[in-house]
């Protein structure tokens, strides 16, 4: 079983849509998360980074954590063409030996057509 | 326009040839990292930096060689290189704090053709 589960889509949805993307993880140690946005042929941007359990919001971007379950979301309200990239979940190690290393789900391909 | 910059943005070499990425940022990051990242998948991590000093390397094959000179800059030597070797190499920096969770920032990275 993979640390971070991430369902790969693709995912289409009409422009102007409400698109829920979700992540799900199994390691406790887990206690930061973020989410990238890759577009083609560009690195991964940074959207959204969150710790607590709850939500924060961003513009049309809101990040949902749930540590009970082990669930992580982001949320994208109106979505627009722009939005249409690979968004992927991510989660650092903590210190030690495994200092710096971020686990990956393997990244939804969202496409949002006009 | 991201705040890591990668050079060259597409490099084409032969299996014998020797060359250089370098990987620049100016944002006071003392951690900075090299992935590999294949077409649908996400990066792997090959290489960590902590203060100049290698902190991780994962388990990556010798004709890959990291360097970091300074704070600022990191370079990934490349000699020997094998066709499977072909993919995106991206830089990333982030703070170094006691815990590491500090959310890393990515480059563009430079597309690396073997052939």
């Known amino acids: 079983q993979k640390e971070v589960e991430q369902d790969p889509g693709p995912l289409s949805v009409p422009e102007g849509a409400i698109v829920s993307l979700n992540c799900t993880y199994s390691n406790s140690a887990f206690q930061y998360f973020m989410w990238y946005r890759q577009y083609s042929r560009k690195g991964p941007e940074l959207l959204m980074y969150t710790y607590s359990s709850g939500n924060k919001e961003d513009g049309r971007f809101t990040a949902q954590v749930d540590k009970s379950s082990k669930y992580i979301s982001l949320f994208i309200r109106d979505s627009q063409p722009s939005d249409s990239a690979t968004y992927l979940c991510a989660s650092p190690r903590a210190g030690g030996t495994s200092y710096g290393k971020l686990t990956f789900g393997q990244g939804t391909i969202l496409t949002v057509h006009p | 326009d991201t705040e890591v910059t990668q050079t060259p943005k597409h490099l084409v070499m032969g299996m014998t040839n020797k060359k250089s990425l370098k990987c620049e940022q100016h944002m006071g990051h003392r951690a900075m990292y090299w992935y590999k990242q294949k077409a649908k998948k996400p990066p792997e991590l090959m290489f960590v930096?902590?203060?100049?000093?290698?902190?991780i390397n994962e388990s990556v094959p010798s004709r890959f060689s990291p360097e970091c000179p300074n704070s600022s800059l990191l370079n990934l030597h490349l000699h020997a290189l094998q066709p499977e070797d072909s993919a995106l190499y991206l830089c990333?920096?982030?703070?170094?704090?006691?815990?590491?969770?500090?959310?890393?920032?990515f480059g563009d990275g430079t597309r690396l053709s073997i052939l």
């Open positions: 930096y902590s203060y100049e000093k290698l902190s």
């Open positions: 990333a920096s982030s703070q170094v704090t006691e815990n590491s969770n500090q959310p890393q920032h």
